[in-house]
């Protein structure tokens, strides 16, 4: 692991931590308040303040999790330092395109 690969892993666990603890608080609320999904997305719609909180959210476990599967193919499947970083950036690549398209659902469809 890189020291800018051990700083990003080490800063998006940072990030995400308050991101983490904020959404399952905000989970638990809407149940115990007896929200349907349909009364929580109306409420998501249009806010660009949740649209951003879920964009970093999305942002920080891309990359922890890409620099995570790197650490995994180099360690259990034995693969080369650039076959793992390519195997990486593509999987960080899919989580912010699948969690890009989540948001904009959530938030602005």
Known sequence: MTPLSYLLQRGTA????????????????AVQGGLSAEEILGRTRGSAAWAGFYALFVL????????GLQTIAREWFSLSD???????HLFMLALIGLGARAVYAVVWA
């Not at 940072?14 to 609320?29: A, E, F, G, Q, R």
């Not at 920080?60 to 620099?67: E, K, N, S, Y």
């Not at 650039?82 to 990486?88: C, L």
């Open 14 to 29: 940072m990030i995400m931590v308050p991101l983490i603890v904020t959404h399952l608080i905000v989970i638990v609320m």
């Open 60 to 67: 920080a476990a891309a990359v922890h999790a890409g620099i």
């Open 82 to 88: 650039r076959a793992a970083a390519i195997a990486g």
